[in-house]
């Protein structure tokens, strides 16, 4: 049996949330027609402790509407070096929204000093576009699934605020980071103008992400979505698992759990290099297997586990709701032979 570890996005939806697809009440989205969304718009929304919600059919979506929502064209982007925004969407920040980008190295905690911020930016000038929009993200993926805590994000938005630069908060696994530092979501995402979550990663939905804010930033998000293609018809079929997903957050504690035994484990395999994770997540350094991270990851292929080359030579492994304890174990022995082998 293969353990499917590539990503927290390769679950399969439940027995219920199939139930609840085939159930669902269901209306013209664009014309705000469809119950089901309108459900899960109000309850994604409320546990964020936001205004207003908005659903997309992808995080990727989600965060570029939110960038275009907020930004002028020829403003500045300032954000992450590694930041998903910027790193794997296409960049979409161009295409889309004709924004140029300002980048920080965020370090290992995945979050910027308010120095940092002050430093990235610029204002509104006669020979300066200004920055349009500043960019966080929780659980911080590339940096390996770091959870940053809510002291960091407020003090890097207050900054922000100061400039009267609006802050967008990619929390593709927001509800990971808030397990894994013991507080809520609404918390992580108070100071923050706007929040993409996914449903479709850790809450285990078949598809979908949210985008939550306040009304006015919602009402300029939708039209923005509508433009992107986004606008859907009767998406409560995929919604109402998403009003599941929504709920489903408590085996996320499990997850965080296997990854740590995943980091601990493999660590200790010749050549393995871990680092002990926050969260679901986490990021393997195989360089001194002899390995490239393509290669490690066609040869553990061979025995049955599935990974993703991260960088050059690490790779990531995500721990998942249809990956179990015995699961992980197979995983973990699987590893072990194939680098024996090598
Ligand atoms: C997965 C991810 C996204 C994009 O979500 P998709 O649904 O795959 O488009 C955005 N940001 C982060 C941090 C992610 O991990």
Redesign the pocket.
């Known amino acids: 049996m293969v353990v499917d570890l590539r990503s927290d996005?390769v679950t399969r939806p439940s027995d219920a949330m199939r139930d609840a697809a085939k159930n669902a009440e269901v209306g013209d989205d664009v014309y705000r027609d469809d119950p089901s969304v309108n459900e899960l718009e109000r309850r994604a929304a409320e546990i964020l402790g936001k205004e207003a919600g908005l659903f997309v059919p992808?995080?990727?979506?989600g965060?570029q509407v939110a960038i275009r929502a907020h930004t002028d064209r020829g403003q500045e982007l300032l954000a992450d070096e590694h930041a998903?925004?910027l790193k794997?969407?296409l960049g979409a920040v161009a295409q889309l929204s004709s924004l140029q980008t300002r980048l920080l190295d965020f370090g290992d905690s995945g979050a910027p000093t308010p120095e940092q911020v002050e430093g990235g930016i610029v204002e509104e000038g006669l020979h300066e576009a200004g920055t349009g929009l500043f960019c966080l993200?929780n659980t911080?993926?590339y940096r390996g699934g770091v959870a940053v805590p809510k002291e960091e994000i407020d003090a890097a938005a207050e900054v922000a605020h100061e400039h009267d630069v609006p802050v967008h908060l990619?929390g593709?696994?927001l509800f990971n980071a808030a397990e894994a530092l013991s507080t809520d979501a609404a918390a992580l995402a108070e100071n923050v103008d706007s929040v993409?979550f996914?449903l479709?990663?850790g809450l285990g939905a078949p598809v979908g992400?949210m985008l939550v804010g306040d009304q006015a930033f919602i009402d300029r998000a939708r039209r923005v979505r509508k433009l992107f293609g986004g606008g859907m018809r009767q998406a409560g079929i995929i919604a109402a698992p998403g009003l599941l997903a929504l709920e489903n957050r408590e085996h996320l504690a499990d997850d965080h759990r296997r990854a740590a035994r995943i980091a601990e484990d493999l660590g200790q395999i010749d050549g393995i290099e871990t680092t002990a994770p926050d969260s679901n997540i986490v990021v393997a350094d195989v360089a001194d297997t002899g390995l490239n991270a393509e290669e490690f990851v066609g040869q553990i292929e061979q025995h049955g586990v599935l990974a993703v080359a991260f960088s050059e030579t690490t790779v990531r492994f995500t721990t998942n709701w249809d990956v179990t304890d015995d699961d992980i174990e197979q995983a973990i022995d699987s590893v072990r032979t194939a680098m024996a082998e090598t």
């Open positions: 996005t992808s995080g990727t979506m965060n998903h925004v794997w969407e993200e911080h993926n990619d593709a696994r993409m996914c479709s990663k992400s």
